[in-house]
């Protein structure tokens, strides 16, 4: 098994992914629709086509639409696996829920069709913690407790929508049920407040780095012990943390004062998060050896990769805005 197909590529999972299979010696194709010309300028795409540039003799790649059958068909041709990352994810799903479904949900059926149509057994899927519903007042998750029946978000009930398409089909699956994910450059724009907002304070949360995701999603092609299987992929008990305590970590990292974010302006209602059952998480971690970033590092990387003169001015900035700052995001982003 080594032609592997990789949707969702320039995605904060799918770039380590990438890298990981160019590290395993894959033969990668990579399927992924052209960035607008608004789009081009984002870091984490400008990584992406420096490693397609660098990579140029390792990476074929096919520039499509996963919502066109045909050209998913053009690229699925030859490959022996997928692993499937392709997604539209919060805050954007619930800004644009038709593209969230056309994407998500259209996008994950002419997968499975191609793979069925050229006799591709092997699919990967990343799907997301949020099937499980909220689950502050019992936070603690298995495997094998049941989705939500009524999700109250488009994202949620995408995700629920493509993991009935793919049971429902004979390939040889395994669905990996991702917690929060933490990438190495972290910062604060619109996108991430406004992201940040939606979530109520005391939602738990059990981190695992982008890059600990790709150990697992690639191990995960070697063991057909996984196969027909769905699990939930944290980052084990050194990266659970509520989302309020996370916060008041972060910030101050980055320069911010703990209280930048006004507590009204947060979401009161659904959550997304939860703890991973110990028991299968560390079963899990014997099999893809994946758990190897604790939160506590992810903090110190974020302080070292920030300039501490810049960490003071901003520190400095926002607290003298902060009453402006404020009153904007409880307007505009509520």
Known sequence: MKNILLTGAAGNVGTPTLLKLIDEEYNIRVFEKPASKERVYQRKLKRFYKILEEYRDRIEVHWGDISNHLDVEKAMEGVDAVIHLAAVIPPLSEMKPDLAVTVNIEGTRNIVKAMEKFNVR????????????????NPWIK?????????????????????????????DWTIFRLGAVFIKSFNIDLTTVKTALIMPLDTSLEWIS??????ALVESL???????QKYNLGGGSTCRVVFKDFLNRILPLLGYPTDLLPVEAFNAGNSHGGFFD??????????????????????QSIKESVNPFRRHVRRLYTTLMKPILQRYLKTKLT
Do not use: F, M, W
């Not at 495997?143 to 390939?171: A, F, G």
């Not at 070697?222 to 027909?228: A, F, T």
């Open 222 to 228: 070697k063991h057909p012990e996984l196969i027909k």
């Open 122 to 137: 092997r699919l990967i899927y990343s799907s997301s913690v949020a099937v499980y519903g909220d689950r502050r007042s």
């Open 278 to 299: 110990d028991e299968e998480s560390k079963r899990l971690a014997e099999i893809l050896k994946h758990q190897n970033t604790t939160l506590e590092e992810y903090y």
């Open 210 to 215: 982008a890059e600990d995701c790709a150990q």
């Open 143 to 171: 495997r094998t407790d049941p989705v939500t029946l009524n999700p109250p978000d488009t994202y949620t009930r995408t995700k629920i929508e493509c993991e009935r398409i793919i049971e429902d089909s004979d390939l």
